[in-house]
């Protein structure tokens, strides 16, 4: 892949070698792009030497081959490391006074950033206030860390390590076989109204299925998202569809189905919602000791979707259980995938400390005929990944449909 490492004026520009190093160790083309400051701490030949490529610094160069542009239409990554807080609050406003900032915004790749200054610095309104725009626009941060830093003092504002850089870096790097497709996911959990304050819910957090919507993204996907009730921020990068209920789901999903080349329901739907919902909140001096609530079927959003699928599109289906006997856990989502006639069924153990409002998941999935496709454990976004290779390799050739 072809990785442009923008490098700015910090003492922490000499771990820089390592970045560059390390990204060209993982098989990458690295393009340095050094300021005129980056160039004080650290020798253009170095650079060069282990970039194996020439290293860009001035805007007026190469003009004949539109390099200010050239360098971040090509790029697959974008990583500035060390990024000052000069930096840092250049790229927030977006100003392209030199080869970097040109190059960042000519740039369609995600943009990895690793802060590197004084506490002060880092913990200034203004520093915050730009990292929070920065994140806000979908770039990515690693570090800062806290420990020693140039002088005598401490704190927070140290570079993260090459190797954490490289890492990240190499998680930005996903392949982009998801291009051109178009994914419907769902995420969260519905919410049934009982009366204007309450309702019935579930402890569903939104986590696996943003995580599912991000990769999707980062692999190239369309993705809309269609969420219910998230717990996190919402994920950048794709169309965010709000919904409450599993009726408003159950509209917005049959919406862009017709449209997805693969469909994820990783929400977590009611099962059931109250037959009556009052029109005011429900007072205890009016109904006693006990309340009676009752509770009708919600239509099964998934096995519909399933039933009315084009042909080639993917249905990934969603099963959460309880049982602890990993055989009969099996054997349930046989049944599960079966009776839903989904291409992929995602299982996963949940229970009062598991599965829900966790940054780990492990998971299970089986093909629409109960085969074990693949066992996967690890953060929600490793998780994400496993699931997306399955539905990546499930698609036909050419699944993209007008
Ligand atoms: O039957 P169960 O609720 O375990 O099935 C879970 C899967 O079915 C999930 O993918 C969930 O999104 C979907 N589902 C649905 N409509 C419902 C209930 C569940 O689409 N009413």
Same mark, same amino acid.
């Given at each position: ?11 922490? $520009? ?36 282990? #970039? ?16 200010? *542009? ?8 974008? &990583? +500035? ?6 930096? *840092? ?19 369609? $790749?995600?943009?990895? +950033? ?14 915050? $206030? ?14 800062? %860390? ?7 003092? #401490? ?9 954490? +850089? ?18 419907? &996911? ?7 109204? +009982?009366?204007?304050? !309450?309702? %019935?819910?579930?402890? #569903? #957090? ?12 980062? =692999? ?5 998202? *269609? ?23 159950? !509209? ?6 017709? =449209? ?5 329901? $990783? ?25 009676? @609530? =009752? ?9 519909? @979707? ?47 400390? /598991? ?21 996967? /454990?690890?953060?929600?976004?490793? %998780? ?19």
């Amino acid at each position: 892949m072809n990785v442009v490492v923008g490098i700015t004026g910090g003492i922490a $520009a000499y771990k820089a070698v390592g970045v560059v190093r390390g990204l060209v160790l993982a098989g990458h083309d690295v393009h340095v792009v050094a300021t005129e400051a980056a160039l004080r701490f650290v020798g253009r030949p170095t650079l060069e030497a282990i #970039s194996r490529n020439p290293v860009h610094t001035e805007l007026y160069e190469g003009v004949a081959e539109v390099r200010h *542009v050239a360098l971040g239409q090509r790029a697959d990554l974008v &990583v +500035i490391a060390p990024a000052t807080a000069n930096t *840092v609050a250049k790229l927030a406003a977006g100003i392209a006074d030199d080869l970097l900032g040109n190059t960042v915004l000519a740039s369609r $790749a995600p943009l990895l +950033i690793a802060p590197a200054m004084h506490t002060e610095m880092w913990e200034h309104p203004a520093t915050r $206030a730009n990292t929070a725009l920065l994140r806000e626009r979908g770039v990515h941060l690693v570090g800062p %860390v806290a420990g020693q830093l140039t002088g005598q003092d #401490s704190g927070v504002g140290r570079m993260a390590e090459p190797d954490a +850089i490289v890492a990240a870096a190499t998680g930005l790097l996903a392949p982009r076989d998801l291009e051109g497709r178009r994914l419907l &996911v769902t995420a969260g959990g519905t919410r049934e109204p +009982i009366d204007p304050v !309450r309702f %019935v819910g579930n402890r #569903s #957090s939104g986590r696996q299925g943003a995580a599912i919507a991000l990769r999707a993204a980062a =692999r190239g996907a369309e993705v809309v998202l *269609v969420a219910a009730n998230l717990d996190i921020d919402p994920p950048q990068g794709v169309e965010l569809v709000q919904v409450g209920t599993a009726a408003e789901l159950e !509209r917005a999903a049959r919406e862009a189905a017709g =449209r997805a080349d693969a469909i994820v329901m $990783a929400a977590a739907v009611a099962d059931y919602r109250p037959v009556e919902v009052a029109e005011d909140k429900i007072k205890k001096d009016e109904t006693g000791d006990e309340l009676e @609530l =009752r509770l009708v079927r919600n239509p099964d959003i998934l096995r519909g @979707l399933a039933d009315a699928r084009a042909e080639g599109q993917i249905v990934v289906g969603f099963a959460a259980e309880t049982e602890r006997d990993r055989e009969r856990q099996l054997e349930l989502g046989r049944a599960k995938a079966a009776r839903k006639g989904v291409d992929l069924l995602v299982l996963n153990r949940v229970g009062w400390h /598991e599965g829900f409002a966790t940054e780990r998941n492990a998971i299970t999935v089986l093909s629409g005929v109960g085969t074990i496709m693949a066992e996967a /454990e690890g953060t929600k976004a490793e %998780v994400a990944d496993r699931i997306l290779d399955l539905v990546a390799a499930a698609l036909p050739p050419s699944a993209s449909r007008g």
